[in-house]
């Protein structure tokens, strides 16, 4: 992590360090699937694999940002949003990143970016609107926590394995369909959809969890660096119940990029905790409650 003055949990960033052990083993097992059953294709395998990999790293925020219409505002356009991303940045110790306004109804924010050197973080209206600065300032802290701590990246490695698992069932079942009962293969054309779709279950659940270690770090981190945790407290409640007026149709578009947001947009109530990519409201709250007693307090 580049140099910051964003708090560290060592607890959170051992878990989480795990977490993406386990991944990268993973990752290992499953390659090494491929090239076995592949045989002499496996110089493809490898190809295809880091070709994706370049592709995913360097283009996936990119494509988020412009999916989710973040449109980066000057500090004449929104001089009170500039001025709190100053404000934290200055306390941080960290470089400013571009700045962006979504317009959506939904309440949310979120970061994007490789590093602190090409990231941008986005508030939409609906949240600019219903924030107090104290509250917009302790969101801010928590999505510039996402960006110190380079999650993005983090989070796109992670992700990595699922999509590529996703794409060799999808290559595998087209090439067993094309070949049909020609090949004496046909074990290895039923071996490899089976060992993806296990790889991405398992890929798809790692990285759930690892999504929310970073969450409760971020939101952690964003409070002790304002010294406000009931701020970011009122901002994840206030957050959370407005989401239940938006209309569904509005939160159903947002629900794909709900790893990004501050609060998930939308969850539906009978999804299980395992499958959510953030913790649940009850566990931030409880936190940032325990964080705010041993400020004193009065934060």
């Known amino acids: 992590m580049a140099h910051t003055r964003y708090a560290s949990d060592r607890g959170l960033t051992s878990r989480m360090v795990t977490t993406m052990f386990l991944i990268g083993l993973l990752y290992v097992v499953f390659v090494g699937v491929l090239i076995a059953a592949l045989g002499s294709s496996w110089p493809l395998i490898i190809l295809l694999v880091g070709g994706l990999f370049v592709a995913q790293f360097w283009f996936s925020d990119r494509i988020a940002a412009y999916s989710m219409g973040a449109k980066e505002v000057t500090p004449e356009q929104a001089p009170e949003l500039h001025g709190a991303v100053d404000r934290l940045c200055a306390l941080a110790d960290m470089p400013k990143p571009r700045v962006a306004i979504a317009h959506s109804d939904v309440p949310n924010a979120f970061a994007t970016g490789r590093?602190?050197?090409n990231s941008l973080v986005c508030a939409t209206t609906g949240l600019l609107r219903r924030l107090d600065p104290r509250e917009l300032e302790g969101v801010l802290a928590h999505e510039l926590s996402h960006v110190a701590h380079r999650d993005?990246?983090?989070?796109?490695?992670?992700?990595?394995?699922?999509?590529?698992?996703?794409?060799?069932?999808?290559?595998?079942l087209?090439?067993?369909?094309?070949?049909g009962g020609r090949d004496n293969n046909n074990v290895f054309l039923?071996?490899?959809?089976?060992?993806?779709?296990?790889?991405?279950?398992?890929?798809?659940?790692?990285?759930?969890?690892l999504s929310r270690y970073r969450e409760l770090s971020a939101d952690r981190a964003g409070a002790l660096l304002t010294g406000r945790p009931s701020a970011l407290a009122s901002a994840l409640t206030k957050v959370s119940g407005e989401m239940s007026r938006i209309p569904t149709r509005d939160l159903r578009q947002a629900e794909p990029f709900n790893a990004?947001?501050?609060?998930?947009?939308f969850s539906g109530k009978s999804m299980s905790a395992l499958l959510s990519s953030h913790p649940p409201l009850r566990q931030r709250l409880d936190q940032l409650g325990r964080l705010s007693a041993q400020l004193g307090g009065s934060a």
């Open 190 to 209: 039923l071996l490899i959809p089976l060992v993806s779709a296990v790889v991405y279950v398992i890929s798809f659940l790692l990285t759930r969890l």
């Open 174 to 179: 087209w090439t067993g369909f094309a070949r």
């Open 260 to 265: 990004f947001f501050f609060a998930p947009a």
């Open 152 to 172: 993005v990246a983090v989070m796109t490695i992670a992700s990595f394995l699922g999509v590529l698992a996703g794409l060799i069932t999808r290559i595998a």
């Open 115 to 117: 590093g602190q050197r």
